[in-house]
């Protein structure tokens, strides 16, 4: 069982920077991989990124690569997701998810849930 909580999200004008948290609880976090996801209104579920459990290795989507950076410190329990050059159709609830398989772009097991990104232009 691993709990996930979100935080980080907030207003920020569109070239902006912010930098989301996952903070997990469960003494076995790293054995999972982390994903991020995002929800847009209107939209369906997104995958973002996701990071091994090990923290070697990341995969991103298209529409986030070079701006978006995962990163994790097991011994925190946390999974950071910083991203830079914002656009306003980055505008979305953010979750983070974790699964003991890599290289998933959907089927997480455990979700948290969310937090809100809003981009101005």
């Known amino acids: 069982q691993v709990d996930l909580v979100e935080s980080g999200g907030g207003l920020v004008q569109a070239g902006g920077s912010l930098r989301l948290s996952c903070a997990a609880s469960?003494?076995?976090?790293?054995?999972?991989?982390v994903g991020w996801f995002r929800q847009a209104p209107g939209k369906e579920r997104e995958f973002v990124g996701a990071i091994s459990e090990s923290g070697y290795s990341t995969y991103y989507s298209d529409s986030v690569k070079g701006r978006f950076t995962i990163s994790r410190f097991n011994t925190l329990n946390t999974v950071y997701l910083q991203m830079n050059s914002l656009k306003p159709e980055d505008t979305a609830v953010y979750y983070c998810a974790a699964d003991m398989s890599y290289g998933l772009r959907a089927g997480y097991e455990y979700w948290g849930l969310g937090t809100q990104v809003t981009v101005s232009a």
């Open positions: 469960g003494r076995t976090f790293d054995l999972y991989t």
